[in-house]
């Protein structure tokens, strides 16, 4: 009975209805390709009819927008032609760089949505600004998080930008084989935003309530084809790549020379599904992760840059608990841990990846990728599978399954029954309100490994009403002593976990704020196979405040418990003695933060905390410093600083964390980024320096420059360099 009452509330909360009427538009069928220059002349654009009146989103979301925005659409056979005006307040516009995948805000750009499914889940995003800079996007789980944000997909795609007295013009061609549909479709959702910076205001063609993301993909648009999209005419992609490396280890005196080559190979299968394989990859030329001070006792997870991970990844990545208990997370591939726990490459052979819509309710994600042994590190050679299924319901919710398998394919003698295998299976099911006002996530996944235990399952749940005023949430989570995913991101096992939250939005008038929000959460873990001992607990209460100028500050205590079960030593000095394990600590803190208006051409977050931290004090300071000389140069650094004190005898010190960078965009095509990471708690000094040279639309020449020295005497450890060379062909 139960059981039915819960799907029952389920039902009705998918299917509320939206709580406004879409606008729609006519997307004119011609016969003649537009020529994109940024003059929207064409005898086309004449015959487009226009979609306009977007709303505001800041400062305000009850008014239209100062300075409007213009919409002209059409297609043939080959592409979709966008043509935009941008009305303006003047031309001083802001950019951030030439780089391609620039952030939106504090800058002017245009962005567009299509959720050409019409589902509510999933889209394609393209944006540009008046200099005709290119970023585009996959968007997932209907636009409610901004892990749902996907840069790191790249397609091909032409626009041009034009700027005029008074506005400013953006035209593009991208072609209908970069969008996944259905063939015969005559109808795709869509939206646009644009942050205009002049005004300091963003607006979006939907009316989208300031309390939603502005990119959720609840509140969009329709637009109608004039005639019935054909099939696709996606060509077949092959992308190789030559890579010539020359490097050192100065501390165990060995030299690599060589030449490498491999590459993907993309293989269209109807409008809707993608085959990807990959020969031999090489990631070299992927941009290197920043460091971070990590004072936990947990591993910190690093968003995934690869680029045959990423299309449709939400299919693979998005099950269970994404920040404890996530049973799938691509970087396990490919990494390894040597045998002095240091994280090292390790070689994949190749894989295979097909992944996309079975039919307008249905997508499928499959993936097998195969690694190499290191006998050296006693790392065995394994082939990785993910199968996941996901299928909509209701309005914009989903189920999904999922099985995934970590299988040994070497015969050494180092190995142990346990790394045979590990399996997980599992069923999520997510919910999405048509006006998102209802989000939620409800999972169940058991894992299979060898000479495991009984108490291999996972369990969560997650659900959060979202109105303009009140955002009110509830999440559990367990996690069994035995379960465990060699592919997955697991936090800590044998935990019990409740966390209620509230969060109360003002929208004050006549003041210096835009908004402003009291925030309050508890968290409280327990260990159930230790008589549900209390682990650990966390009350966190904050204020927050936007100011009109878009700059922000918060302010937040936090009280916490923490039961240590094992030992434990923060500061990572050398022969210092440890927290002691089975041990309680209660310890509080507060934070201050502050960001600046980023439109300016110097602009900075800084973080402050003080207070306790276990049986000691902690004294931090993060600043995050950005000068911009649009387009050429833009230049940052983060400072990381940490004074932990404790009482004798465990060890106090201070934590330096340093990373200048600056990033030269010479014009759209030529890059040159420097990179350089000090460490004084790894004793290590890092240097990438990359020379990116686009000659082609996805070609790339690149030469990386790496460097690493040991800070303690300024000794070198490693050194390479690496000349990388990509073709993307069509045939």
Not at 358 to 370: A, C, E, H, K
Not at 395 to 424: H, M
Request: cysteine-free; proline content about 4%; hydrophobic content about 35%.
């Amino acid at each position: 009975m139960k059981f039915k009452l819960v799907a029952v509330i389920i039902f009705l909360i998918s299917v509320k209805v939206y709580s406004q009427q879409p606008k729609t538009f006519k997307v004119k069928w011609i016969d003649k390709p537009i020529k994109i220059d940024g003059e929207l002349n064409d005898e086309a654009w004449q015959l487009a009819g226009a979609i306009a009146d977007f709303w505001q989103y800041f400062p305000t979301d009850s008014v239209h927008a100062q300075y409007d925005t213009e919409i002209l659409m059409a297609y043939d056979s080959k592409n979709l032609y966008i043509g935009i005006k941008l009305n303006s307040k003047g031309k001083k516009y802001i950019i951030p760089s030439y780089r391609r995948d620039f952030r939106a805000t504090g800058n002017d750009n245009v962005s567009l949505l299509f959720d050409t499914f019409n589902d509510g889940s999933n889209a394609f995003f393209f944006g540009t600004n008046p200099f005709g800079v290119q970023r585009e996007a996959l968007i997932s789980g209907g636009g409610t998080d901004l892990r749902g944000f996907n840069t790191s997909w790249d397609t091909k795609w032409i626009n041009a930008s034009k700027i005029y007295d008074g506005y400013w013009i953006a035209e593009m061609a991208i072609p209908l084989a970069d969008f996944k549909f259905r063939e015969g479709e005559t109808k795709w959702r869509f939206n646009a935003y644009r942050f205009d910076a002049q005004s300091n205001e963003q607006s979006s063609l939907m009316n989208i309530p300031k309390n939603q993301l502005i990119f959720g993909l609840a509140f969009m648009a329709e637009m109608n084809f004039e005639k019935p999209l054909s099939k696709s005419t996606t060509p077949l992609s092959i992308i190789p790549y030559t890579k010539v490396q020359t490097s050192k280890d100065f501390e165990n005196q060995t030299k690599l020379d060589n030449i490498n080559f491999g590459g993907d190979i993309k293989v269209p299968i109807g409008n809707s599904m993608n085959l990807d394989l990959t020969i031999n990859p090489d990631f070299s030329q992927v941009e290197a992760d920043d460091q971070v001070v990590n004072l936990t006792r947990f591993e910190i997870s690093l968003p995934e840059k690869r680029q045959f991970f990423i299309e449709n990844s939400d299919l693979f990545s998005d099950f269970g608990d994404n920040r404890e208990a996530n049973p799938f997370f691509s970087r396990r591939i490919g990494v390894a841990e040597d045998l002095n726990g240091d994280p090292i490459e390790n070689k994949i052979v190749g894989g295979i990846r097909l992944s996309g819509k079975l039919n307008d309710d249905l997508r499928l994600g499959f993936l097998n990728i195969q690694t190499v042994e290191d006998a050296t590190n006693h790392i065995n050679a394994n082939n990785n599978t993910v199968l996941a299924l996901q299928h909509k319901v209701f309005s914009r919710s989903n189920v999904g399954l999922v099985f995934i398998n970590r299988q040994n394919t070497s015969k050494a003698d180092y190995l142990t029954p346990q790394s045979n295998y590990n399996r997980v299976i599992g069923i999520d099911y997510k919910l999405a309100s048509q006006s998102n006002k209802w989000v939620g996530n409800f999972f169940a996944h058991k894992s299979f490994t060898p000479n495991a235990g009984d108490k291999d399952k996972s369990a969560g749940a997650n659900l959060e009403y979202n109105s303009r005023f009140n955002k009110v949430g509830f999440s559990s989570l367990y996690v069994g002593n035995d379960f465990n995913s060699d592919l997955g991101f697991i936090n800590r096992t044998d935990a019990l976990k409740f966390r209620p939250s509230y969060e109360r939005i003002f929208y004050p008038n006549h003041s210096i704020f835009d908004t402003h929000r009291f925030t309050f959460s508890s968290e409280f873990i327990w260990k159930p196979d230790s008589n549900f001992k209390k682990s650990d607990y966390l009350h966190q209460l904050s204020w927050s405040a936007t100011f009109k100028n878009q700059s922000q500050f918060e302010v937040t205590v936090n009280n916490n418990f923490t039961f240590l079960l094992d030992d434990f030593e923060p500061t990572g000095k050398e022969n210092a003695i440890p927290l002691p394990a089975n041990q309680g600590f209660y310890y509080s803190d507060f934070e201050l933060r502050y960001s600046s208006d980023r439109r300016d051409e110097f602009s900075y977050n800084i973080r402050g905390i003080f207070g306790q931290f276990f049986n000691g004090n902690r004294y931090g300071i993060n600043a995050d410093l950005n000068l911009r000389k649009q387009p050429i140069v833009a230049a940052s650094i983060k400072i990381n600083y940490n004074y932990i004190s404790l009482p004798q005898p465990y060890s106090s010190t201070s934590i330096w964390l340093i990373g200048p960078k600056i990033d030269l965009t010479f014009n759209k095509k030529l890059y040159w980024s420097t990179f350089i990471q000090y460490s004084n708690q790894n004793e290590s000094l890092g240097i990438n320096s990359r020379l990116q040279w686009r000659f082609k639309p996805l070609s790339d020449l690149f030469i990386v420059y790496n460097d690493n020295y040991r800070t303690t005497d300024f000794s070198p450890r490693t050194r390479a360099l690496i000349l990388k060379f990509t073709y993307w062909l069509n045939v």
